[in-house]
């Protein structure tokens, strides 16, 4: 048994330094992915999705479209509409609808902001995410309306229906159109622009 032993134990003090090489190359890998990580963070340039609200209302001062006055009052009657349905039902998710109206705003005054600034790069970006949102989140409103159970303290009770939110989710989508009609009407006045002068140098 002796003899077996110490074959046994000199083989594991040979694989001892092999296991603490690997244990080094892990933790050495670890410690460049985080340095690779916080400079990523460091250098990313990415837009503040929270806005402030004196710079929300000083955006909204400077826009002179109807288009987007129509969206933004279409917006906030959704909001309205869609805030107190949710509120007065007493769903246990409430909170989720209003960071989804906060955050749904937010990129709507970033297209905002990017159209006042004239980035013309940026902003259908910032138009297709925005509607984008807003019919993702219409199609929520519209599934909520319809009765379901639910899970109230242990016990399962029927929900009644929440018709008005329909209402809520064809304002949202109404919102969308109108700010997809102003993203179209201005890459098609872009178009005109390029034509014309195109036929002025001409």
Same mark, same amino acid.
């Given at each position: ?52 609200? =004196? ?41 989720? $609808? ?34 984008? #949102? ?13 009765? =379901? ?22 304002? #949202? ?8 009609? $102003? ?20």
């Amino acid at each position: 048994m002796g003899e077996d032993e110490k074959p046994r134990s000199a083989e594991a003090q040979e694989a001892l330094p092999d296991a603490e090489a690997d244990e080094n190359v892990v933790e050495i890998t670890e410690d460049l992915a985080d340095r690779a990580l916080a400079r990523l963070k460091s250098q990313a340039t990415l837009p503040e999705v929270a806005v402030d609200p =004196r710079q929300v209302a000083a955006t909204l001062k400077r826009v002179q479209s109807r288009v987007l006055w129509t969206a933004t009052v279409l917006f906030t009657a959704s909001a309205a509409i869609g805030l107190f349905v949710i509120t007065g039902a007493g769903l246990k998710d409430w909170y989720m $609808h209003v960071g989804m109206y906060i955050v749904i705003f937010s990129f709507f005054v970033i297209y905002l902001k990017a159209h006042l600034a004239k980035q013309r790069l940026v902003r259908p970006f910032y138009a297709a995410i925005t509607v984008a #949102m807003q019919l993702f989140f219409a199609g929520i409103l519209h599934d909520l309306v319809a009765a =379901r159970e639910v899970l109230e303290g242990g016990a399962t009770v029927t929900r009644t229906a929440l018709p008005w939110l329909d209402a809520a989710a064809a304002l #949202m989508v109404l919102s969308a159109v109108a700010l997809t009609l $102003h993203w179209i009407a201005l890459k098609g006045r872009k178009k005109r622009r390029n034509k014309v002068s195109l036929e002025e140098s001409t």
